[in-house]
């Protein structure tokens, strides 16, 4: 068994460690992104409302003005009845008809408005119809996301005890020396690989001094990267003279 055998077993629970915190802290994020899909569609839609209440305003406006004609109208008439001059009979007349005029002009108008509104509410109803299948499908999502969590969060857990109860194996200066280099570096043990005489660091990827490369191959020490740091180890015998 290797020297760094130990280590190798302690980083390799120490990866899988880090991709559970990473996923967890990716989580949040990949929710909020899928959300912020949510934002064309309540833009599309508040566009539309928006359109909708101007649209439905200008109707309420026209009826408005038809009622107020309407009112002036009953008033005059009301008016009319106790006039006792044939000239101030025909002038409330004329003000009647012009009213009367202004009203049927003012009611084409509310027509014509109240078409206007027609495709404005349609693209009201698309623009919710779309809201609710993104929602739907963004719910969907945020439910995986959320089972997702809980299971990195329970698989977390197990790792963090598989280590708790692995660090027994390690020994103290071993431990020592993979708790520093794991604050700065990672992988913290990484392998040597041969390139004809020369031996190459796999963590920093630079050529190492002969005399590590015969470190690593006798195996009796904890050998480190004369560049990285790192924890070095090969699989790699001494030749035989």
Not at 28 to 51: S, T, W, Y
Not at 176 to 195: E, G, N
Request: overall charge negative; charged content about 30%.
């Amino acid at each position: 068994m290797r020297v760094v055998q130990p280590l190798l077993g302690l980083q390799e629970i120490d990866s899988r460690i880090r991709e559970f915190e990473q996923e967890l802290k990716d989580i949040p994020a990949r929710i909020a992104q899928e959300k912020k899909r949510l934002e064309g569609v309540l833009g599309q839609l508040a566009n539309a409302q928006a359109d909708f209440r101007t649209a439905q305003t200008r109707v309420d406006d026209l009826v408005a003005d038809v009622k107020v004609r309407r009112d002036k109208i009953q008033k005059l008439k009301q008016e009319q009845s106790g006039l006792k001059s044939n000239n101030e009979y025909k002038m409330f007349n004329l003000q009647i008809n012009a009213l009367e005029s202004e009203i049927e002009k003012l009611e084409a108008q509310q027509l014509i408005a109240m078409d206007n509104t027609i495709p404005v509410k349609r693209r009201v109803a698309d623009a919710e119809e779309r809201l609710s299948a993104e929602q739907a499908v963004i719910d969907d999502y945020v439910k995986e996301m959320e089972d997702r969590q809980a299971a990195v969060e329970a698989a977390l857990k197990a790792a963090e005890q598989e280590r708790a109860a692995f660090l027994p194996n390690v020994s103290e200066a071993m431990l020592r020396q993979y708790s520093l280099l794991l604050k700065k570096r990672w992988p913290v043990v990484v392998s040597l690989r041969r390139d004809g005489d020369r031996f190459i660091c796999n963590g920093c990827h630079l050529v190492q001094p002969p005399s590590v490369g015969q470190m690593a191959m006798h195996d009796e020490d904890v050998v480190h990267c004369e560049m990285c740091g790192r924890i070095l180890y090969t699989t790699e015998s001494p030749a035989k003279k």
